[in-house]
Nanobody, 131 residues
Framework: QYQLVQSGGGSVQSGESLRLSCESR????????LGWVRQAPGKEREGVSC??????YYIDSVKGRFTMSRDNAKYTMYLQIDRAKPEDTGVYYC??????????????????????????WGQGTLVTVSS
């Protein structure tokens, strides 16, 4: 059974940093597309950072502040959030696309990885940034 288990998150002040972690169970991360999807209060889910064989994509609002990475040996992916802003507040989900590689990193984020039958989702973790 494929699973993603998240840790990290919490409450920070504007300008501070935090790191989200996501451990895979039952599969490795080296050959799958990965993404971090955020759901802000009252808003639709949006892909904020996605990683695939073609590279890493970030939406404009997080470029230069968010860094997505993975450690294949630890079966873990990360999202480093620096210079956090109140608009970063939301529930963050890590997502793995375990299907055939057909989407670019940007396509993955543009669709917030809303494919059926090929994605594995973490349980979500709340990030709250206060001003």
């Amino acid at each position: 059974q494929y699973q993603l288990v998240q840790s990290g998150g919490g409450s920070v002040q504007s300008g501070e940093s935090l790191r989200l972690s996501c451990e895979s169970r039952g599969f490795g991360l080296e050959d799958v597309g990965l993404g971090w999807v955020r759901q802000a209060p009252g808003k639709e889910r949006e892909g904020v950072s996605c990683l695939d064989s073609d590279g890493t994509y970030y939406i404009d609002s997080v470029k230069g502040r968010f860094t997505m990475s993975r450690d294949n040996a630890k079966y873990t992916m990360y999202l480093q959030i620096d210079r956090a802003k109140p608009e970063d507040t939301g529930v963050y989900y890590c997502v793995a696309d375990v299907g055939v590689d057909v989407y670019t990193a940007q396509q993955m984020c543009d669709t917030a990885m809303k494919y059926s039958g090929r994605t594995v989702w973490g349980q979500g973790t709340l990030v709250t940034v206060s001003s």
